[in-house]
């Protein structure tokens, strides 16, 4: 079964560094890019950032821009989130997700294969 597997989650404390994995089993080479969203308890899943598997274009919500990465290793199918400075506001489930189309958007409609998700708790 194809799959899309998060990893890296954990505890830290504000203003902390943490980098989430996600690989994808079922990659193909029409496949467009990959994204991260989150949900935050008692909230809508949030679009994060995504990058594009060709040239590594890379895209971020207001809310992370500046402080979190994302990068790629097409080798390994494999999308990195680098999380740095963070906030207990970003404590969340991170999910991977895998656009339908060729783009990237801010709507998880957009998205037909999702992780597990990973958890992210910023406190301290």
């Known amino acids: 079964q194809v799959r899309l597997v998060e990893s890296g989650g954990g505890s830290v404390q504000p203003g902390d560094s943490l980098r989430l994995s996600c690989v994808d089993s079922?990659?193909?080479?029409?496949?467009?890019?990959m994204a991260w969203f989150r949900q935050a308890p008692g909230k809508d899943r949030e679009f994060v950032g995504g990058i594009t598997w060709i040239g590594g274009a890379s895209m971020f919500a207001n809310s992370v821009r500046g402080r979190f990465a994302i990068s790629r290793d097409n080798a390994s199918n494999t999308v990195y989130l680098q999380m740095n400075s963070v906030l207990p506001t970003d404590t969340a489930v991170y999910y991977c997700a895998h656009p339908r189309r060729g783009f990237i958007g801010a709507d998880s409609k957009d998205y037909d294969r999702w992780g597990q998700g990973t958890q992210v708790t910023v406190s301290s």
């Open positions: 079922g990659r193909t080479s029409s496949d467009y890019g």
